[in-house]
C-alpha cells in the first residue's frame, strides 16, 4: 500500500474529503465532515480506522498489524500497520468498512444527500 493508492480509494468513495486539521502531517478522510481514517503522511506507517466494536477485539487477536487505536477510542477505533503484514485488499476493506460505520451514523437528511 502506498500514500496516492489510499487518497485515490478513499476520495473516490461519496461525499470524501481529504484536510490536515490536526497539523501539517496528518492527513485525515471525512464524509459528510465525519472522520473515517487518518494516516501521517510523512511516516506513513500505520492508518486510524473506524470499526465496528464487535469486531475490534477479533482483528486485534487475528492480526498482529492490528492495533487499539492510536490517540482514538480504543472501543470504535483500530490502528492498523502498514508494514505489509496486511494485505492490501484486508487494507482497502476495513477502510471502506470505516467510511459505511461513519455513514450509517450519519443524519439522514445526510446519507440521502451521498445517493
Known amino acids: 500500500m502506498n500514500l496516492e493508492k489510499l487518497q485515490d480509494f478513499c476520495l473516490s468513495l461519496p ?14 478522510f471525512t464524509v459528510m465532515g465525519k472522520l473515517f481514517a487518518l494516516v501521517d503522511v510523512d511516516a506513513f506507517e500505520s492508518i486510524n ?3 465496528d466494536p464487535e469486531e475490534v477485539e477479533e482483528l486485534r ?21 502498514l508494514d505489509g503484514s496486511i ?10 468498512n470505516s467510511y459505511d460505520l461513519v455513514v450509517k ?11
Open 61 to 81: 487477536e487475528r492480526y498482529e498489524g492490528v492495533l487499539p487505536g492510536y490517540h482514538m477510542n480504543k472501543k470504535h477505533w483500530n490502528t492498523v500497520l
Open 49 to 51: 480506522l473506524k470499526c
Open 15 to 28: 461525499g470524501t474529503a481529504e484536510g490536515f486539521p490536526f497539523g501539517e502531517t496528518t492527513l485525515v
Open 105 to 115: 451514523g450519519l443524519p439522514k437528511k445526510l446519507r440521502d444527500q451521498l445517493g
Open 87 to 96: 494485505p492490501d485488499r484486508l487494507l482497502l476493506e476495513w477502510t471502506r
